[in-house]
């Protein structure tokens, strides 16, 4: 079904409702809370690490843009991500850290983007730390993703996203370990790990106001 668009006057008021959300502090999640048996937080050296959640407005819908890493990476390639990474020295803090490499990995500049908040951190398994930063796109956005480390962009329905009955726990054998994970799958795209985490915490954070 195609989802109706929204008047802007009511698409202000669904994005300040956001922001209101967003300036409060949320709890952090964590992949070991899914983890029956293996490592603890305490195992691991933890990286701090930043990543955009790029919200797009077309004609009264919102959007959130996806990644697919490419093939060639050595860490997660394939999967679908937000555009991140881990913070460097002379970021200023999780904002400059999530803008510089959306800049980088699809040619997002960060004057095109309205910080609207900070989505919960989340602590994973391989040891980062990752601070979600929520942005509007405020105007069109045409993307020049890095073909070394970005293979697709998407976008999917910001709707679908923030309702949690989308979301389903799985689970597969890695290392010799079971692993839980959440996933939201949309068409072909399967959505799960860190980046579904992360939407589904968002989604909580919204759904409970």
């Not at 797009?56 to 697919?68: A, E, F, M």
């Not at 913070?87 to 997002?108: H, K, M, S, V």
């Not at 993307?143 to 009955?165: A, G, I, K, N």
């Not at 890695?174 to 692993?179: N, T």
Request: hydrophobic fraction near 35%; avoid cysteine.
């Amino acid at each position: 079904m195609r989802r109706q668009p929204v008047s802007a006057a009511a698409m202000a008021e669904r994005l300040e409702a956001i922001r209101r959300v967003l300036g409060k502090p949320g709890q952090t999640s964590s992949d070991f809370d899914l983890i029956v048996h293996g490592p603890s937080p305490s195992d691991r050296d933890i990286s701090a690490a930043s990543v955009l959640v790029p919200i797009t407005n077309r004609d009264g819908r919102l959007n959130v843009i996806l990644t697919r890493r490419s093939p060639g990476l050595q860490v997660h390639a394939g999967q679908i991500a937000f555009p991140g990474g881990r913070a460097e020295e002379n970021d200023a803090g999780p904002e400059e850290t999530a803008l510089r490499e959306a800049q980088e990995e699809i040619g997002l500049d960060p004057s095109d983007v309205e910080v609207l908040g900070w989505g919960s951190s989340h602590l994973t398994v391989t040891g980062f730390l990752i601070t979600p930063i929520v942005g509007l796109v405020k105007r069109p956005f045409a993307p020049s993703p890095r073909e070394d480390e970005v293979e697709e962009l998407f976008e999917v329905p910001f709707d679908f996203l923030m309702d949690t009955r989308n979301y389903r726990e799985e689970s597969r054998v890695w290392k010799g370990e079971i692993r839980k994970y959440y996933a939201v799958p949309y068409g072909r795209h399967y959505i799960w790990g860190a980046t579904a985490r992360i939407l589904l915490e968002l989604a909580r954070r919204l759904q409970s106001q």
